[in-house]
C-alpha cells in the first residue's frame, strides 16, 4: 500500500517536571519533558569542558558519538552562552523503553571530569506525551529526519500510476524480508534489505502502533534542492515486503529546510522554510518559538514576532532582543556581540483525505558579528569643578575591570582614599554604565592657563579596560575629557566702608589658585592677617577681611579737620611669577576727631582735640609745636590740624635698640596769651604728639632732604596733666601702636623746642653710633639725641 506524504508541522506542548538524580547536586541538572522529546541540561560549571553522556539500554551501555547520536535519534549541544550542555532525545531514539507509544523511559550516563578524573553519573526519566500522535510526523532535528507513521491506515482514494510502477521491483522481489528503495531525485536506486541499510546509517524501528524511519543529515542516497530559493534536504525511501501474493509498501519522505537564516541589520534574525501545500484552504496551522516554548502564530506576532508568507515561503522573523535568546559579547579589535536563537517551528496541514501530517524543525540560529559600541557622555558641570563622565551601553556579560586616568592606572573598585569614584548604574534593558567623577584639583588631571587666551583648561585622558566574562577578554575604550573656563580674570573683592575701617570679601571660584593674594607685596596668610591687626576668615565658600582703620597698608589722602580719605589696597600675583595681574581698590571717607598719620616720606599729620590744652577764651589757632614757627594748618574752635616734616618744627628723636620715636608737643602762644590780658593760663592739658618707626624698616635717618621708611610709623597722641614749671620731661614712648584716643598719663616737665640742622646718615654708621651712646647710658634702654650732637 503506497501512502501519499505531505509536510506537515507538529504541535510541540512542553510538560516540565523536575528530577533528582543521585549524586548529582541539587540544581546542577535540570530534565524536562516535551511533547515528542525528552531533555537535559546540566551545568557546564559541574561537568568541565568536554562532558560526554552514555545511553544504557538492554543490549548495554552505548557512547553517544556524533554519528551514534545522528543515527539513533540524540543531539548533544554544547552551549556556552546559556551555559550548560543539553542532550535531546527522540521519544523514538534508541534503546528507549516504550510502553504501547504511551510511556517512554530514558536512562543515561553522564561522564563528567572533576580534578582531572572522570566520574560517571547515573540519570533517568520517564516521559509521557501530552498529545495523541498523528498519522503521520515528520521531525527536522539539527543533525538528522525523523518520520514516523502510523502502522495501520486505510488505502487513500485516487491511487496514482506512477504509484502501481514502484510495485514492479518489490514483486519480482524473491525474498519476503523488508526492504527499502531509495529515490533521489528522478532517479530509483536499487532495494537494499533492512540490515544493510541501517549499516550505511539508516533506523528502521516498529513499535507497537508506528513504523519509524530515521536518516543523519548528508546521507548518500538524500539529495539537496532548493524550493522557491530555499536549500532543502530530502531523503524518499520506499519501504516494502512481498507476503505471497500481496505486496505491503510503505512510502516514506522527509524533507527539512536546511536555511541557515540571515540577519537583515534592522535587528531581525530571519529564517525560512517552503510552505506546507494543502487541499483544504486555511488547513495549515503554524505555533512557534523559542527553547521548546510553542505558541501560536497571533501570541508570536504579539511578542514580536513577524511571520510572512512569500512565493509559497514561510519567512519568520525574529527580534534580536527577544526572551529565550542567548547574547554574547566578544572581542575582535573592537566590541561585538551576537545572539543565539534555538527556534522550535511547527507545521500542520490536513491533505484532501483529512489525514494530518505534523512538521517539526529544531533549529540553532546565530547572527553574524555586530558592533557593540559603548559610548562615553560628558556630564560634567564647570561649577561643580568635578569631571563627571559617563561610560554607558556596557551589555551585562562585560565588566569595568580598570580606567586609565591620564597614565595613571587605577583598579576597579577604587580604594576609599581616593579623591575620584567610580559608580555603577543598573538599566532594566539588560546593560549597565559607570559614573566617573574626578575633582578638577586632583593630581592626575592636567591643567594648562593660557595668559595671553585668558582660558584655563583642565583634561584628562581615561582608557577603560572593559573585561568580558567569562573568558575575561579585555577591550578598552578611550575617551578624552576638556573643561575649558574663558575670560579668566584675577579674582575681586566687594568692599564696604564702615567707620572703623574697611571690609572685604571674595567669593571663591574654581581657578582663583591661580593668583596669589597679597598686602603689597606680602602673601595674605592668617599670620600676616595677626601681625598687622587684621580679622580674616576663610572657607570654601568665601574670604573675609576685615582691615581697621590706621592699620598697615592705608594710603591717606585729603586730610583735613573734616575728615580724610583712607585707601586700602589688595593685589592679584601670578602665583609663578609675582608679576601684578590685577587689585581690588577702595578709598572711604573717615571722620574722626582726633587722628595721627605717619607716613613713609617722614611726615606727621595731626588732628588734635585741645579743648583742655589751651587757656579760656584762647583759640586754636594760636598754637604752634615746639617750633613757634610752626603753627596749624586747619583749625576749628576745639581742634587743630598740624602737618610737618619729622625731624622738623623742633621734634626730639628718642632711640631704642629697635626703634626711633620722632617727639613733638601741641603749645599755647604765651604771647598770645599776654596780648589777651582778659584770659588766664587756665590749661590743664598737654598735648604730646609723636610717631615711632622700626630701624630695620629704615633707609635714611635725619636728613634734611628725604625721609624714606619701609612702613608707616606708629602714631600716637598723648592728651596728660600739666606738669610742674621747671621740671623736663622725660623721653616718652607710645605705650600701644595706633594710639589716636586721648591718654591720662601724667608726665611732668617740659620739652625743649629744638630744631637744629640734620645731616645725612646711613642706618648702618647710626647702629654703630647707637652702639656707643649704649655703653655710655649705664643701664638705660633709651638715648635722647639732640640732631646738634650728630
Known amino acids: ?4 506524504i505531505c509536510l506537515g508541522v507538529a504541535l510541540l506542548l512542553s510538560v516540565w517536571s523536575a528530577a533528582t538524580c543521585a549524586g548529582i547536586p541539587d540544581g546542577v541538572i535540570h530534565m524536562e519533558c516535551h511533547d515528542r522529546h525528552f531533555m537535559a541540561a546540566v551545568d557546564l560549571s559541574f561537568t568541565g569542558e568536554e562532558p560526554r553522556f552514555e545511553a544504557v539500554g538492554g543490549t548495554g551501555v552505548h557512547a553517544i558519538t556524533e554519528q551514534y547520536a545522528a543515527q539513533c535519534g540524540y543531539t548533544v549541544s554544547v552551549l556556552p552562552l546559556a551555559g550548560h550542555v543539553e542532550l535531546r532525545a527522540s521519544y523514538f531514539s534508541c534503546h528507549t523503553d516504550n510502553t504501547n507509544d504511551e510511556e517512554f523511559t530514558f536512562n543515561f550516563n553522564l561522564i563528567a571530569t572533576h580534578e582531572g578524573k572522570e566520574v560517571t553519573y547515573s540519570m533517568r526519566k520517564t516521559c509521557s506525551p501530552s498529545l495523541p500522535w498523528f498519522p503521520k510526523e515528520v521531525t527536522c532535528e539539527t543533525n538528522y529526519m525523523e518520520v514516523s507513521v502510523r502502522s495501520e491506515l486505510t488505502c487513500p482514494s485516487g491511487t496514482k500510476k506512477d504509484d502501481w510502477n514502484a510495485l514492479k521491483p518489490a514483486h519480482s522481489s524473491t525474498t519476503s524480508d523488508w526492504q527499502v528503495m531509495f ?54 525511501a520506499t519501504l516494502f515486503s512481498r507476503q505471497s501474493w500481496i505486496v505491503l509498501m510503505v512510502d516514506l519522505e522527509a524533507a527539512c529546510s536546511m536555511h541557515e537564516g540571515s540577519y537583515d541589520h534592522s535587528g ?17 496551522q503554524l505555533n512557534l518559538g523559542l527553547n521548546g516554548e510553542l505558541v501560536g502564530q497571533p501570541v508570536a506576532e504579539e511578542r514580536g514576532y513577524i511571520v510572512e508568507k512569500h512565493n509559497a515561503t514561510v519567512q519568520i522573523s525574529i527580534p534580536y532582543n527577544t526572551d529565550g535568546g542567548y ?10 556581540e551576537f545572539y543565539i536563537y534555538h527556534l522550535d517551528l511547527e507545521q500542520i496541514s490536513v491533505d484532501k483525505d483529512q489525514v494530518e501530517t505534523r512538521l517539526r524543525f529544531h533549529r540553532m540560529l546565530a547572527t553574524p558579528l555586530l558592533p557593540r559600541p559603548v559610548f562615553t557622555e560628558n556630564r560634567t558641570v564647570l561649577e561643580e569643578h568635578t569631571f563627571v563622565v559617563y561610560l554607558g551601553d556596557v551589555p551585562e556579560d562585560v565588566e569595568l575591570a580598570s580606567v586609565n586616568l591620564n597614565g595613571q592606572e587605577f583598579t576597579v573598585p577604587l580604594t576609599n582614599t581616593s579623591s575620584h569614584t567610580i559608580t555603577k548604574v543598573v538599566h ?24 595671553e587666551d585668558a582660558v584655563l583648561q583642565y583634561k584628562l585622558d581615561i582608557n577603560y579596560t ?36 574697611i571690609s572685604f570679601r571674595l567669593d571663591h571660584r574654581p581657578f582663583d589658585y591661580l593668583w596669589v593674594i597679597s598686602i603689597d607685596s606680602d602673601p595674605l596668610t592668617k599670620e600676616l592677617a595677626a601681625q598687622h591687626g587684621y580679622i580674616m576668615s576663610n572657607n570654601s565658600q568665601s574670604l573675609l577681611l576685615d582691615v581697621p582703620l590706621f592699620t598697615h597698608g592705608y594710603e591717606y589722602k585729603d586730610m583735613s579737620l573734616k575728615g580724610f580719605s583712607g585707601t586700602f589696597e589688595i593685589f592679584m600675583r601670578d602665583h609663578e611669577t609675582s608679576e601684578v595681574q590685577g587689585s581690588t581698590v577702595k578709598t572711604c571717607l573717615f571722620s574722626n576727631n ?36 610752626c603753627g596749624p594748618k586747619e583749625t576749628d574752635g576745639t581742634r587743630a590740624l598740624f602737618s610737618f616734616p619729622l625731624n622738623g618744627c623742633g621734634s626730639i628723636v628718642m632711640l631704642d635698640k629697635e626703634n626711633v620715636t620722632y617727639h613733638n608737643e601741641i603749645v599755647y602762644s604765651r604771647k ?103 655703653k655710655g647710658a649705664k643701664g638705660s634702654s633709651q638715648t635722647k639725641v639732640n640732631p646738634s650732637q650728630i
Open 183 to 236: 529515490q533521489r531525485n528522478e532517479e530509483q536506486l536499487p532495494p537494499v534489505n533492512i540490515s544493510d541499510a541501517r549499516k550505511q546509517g539508516y533506523a528502521f524501528d516498529l513499535t507497537d502502533g508506528r513504523l519509524v524511519f530515521r536518516a543523519p543529515y548528508g546521507q548518500p542516497d538524500s539529495f539537496s534542492t532548493e524550493v522557491n530559493g530555499v536549500p532543502v534536504e530530502v531523503v524518499h
Open 268 to 284: 531581525y534574525m530571519m529564517w525560512e522554510t517552503p510552505d506546507v501545500p494543502s487541499v483544504t484552504p486555511d488547513a495549515t
Open 428 to 451: 532594566p534593558n539588560s546593560t549597565h554604565g559607570y559614573t566617573l567623577r574626578v575633582p578638577f584639583d586632583d593630581p592626575v588631571v592636567e591643567e594648562k592657563f593660557s595668559k
Open 327 to 336: 547574547r554574547k559579547s566578544l572581542v575582535s579589535g573592537d566590541l561585538y
Open 466 to 501: 572593559l573585561t568580558v566574562l567569562p573568558d575575561n577578554e579585555s577591550y578598552y575604550h578611550p575617551a578624552s575629557i576638556v573643561a575649558l573656563f574663558t575670560n579668566i580674570s584675577p579674582p575681586a573683592f566687594d568692599a564696604v566702608c564702615s567707620e572703623s575701617g
Open 1 to 4: 500500500m503506497v501512502f501519499e
Open 594 to 629: 582726633e587722628f595721627i598719620m605717619c607716613s613713609t616720606d617722614g611726615r606727621m599729620t595731626v588732628a588734635a582735640d585741645l579743648s583742655l590744652a589751651i587757656p579760656s577764651g584762647g583759640v586754636p589757632a594760636r598754637t604752634n609745636l615746639r617750633d613757634k614757627y
Open 672 to 774: 598770645s596769651l599776654n596780648m589777651n590780658k582778659g584770659a588766664s593760663d587756665n590749661a590743664t592739658e598737654r598735648v604730646i604728639i609723636q610717631c615711632t618707626y622700626p630701624l630695620a624698616g629704615l633707609h635714611r635717618l635725619f636728613s634734611v632732604y628725604r625721609f624714606e621708611s619701609d612702613t608707616d610709623g606708629v602714631g600716637s597722641i598723648i592728651h596728660t596733666t600739666k606738669p610742674t614749671a621747671g621740671l623736663l620731661i622725660p623721653a616718652i614712648r607710645p605705650s600701644a601702636p595706633l594710639k589716636t584716643t586721648p591718654s591720662t598719663t601724667s608726665r611732668p616737665a617740659r620739652l625743649p623746642a629744638v630744631h637744629p640742622p640734620a645731616r645725612y646718615i646711613k642706618v648702618s654708621r647710626f647702629r654703630n653710633l647707637f652702639s656707643s651712646m649704649k
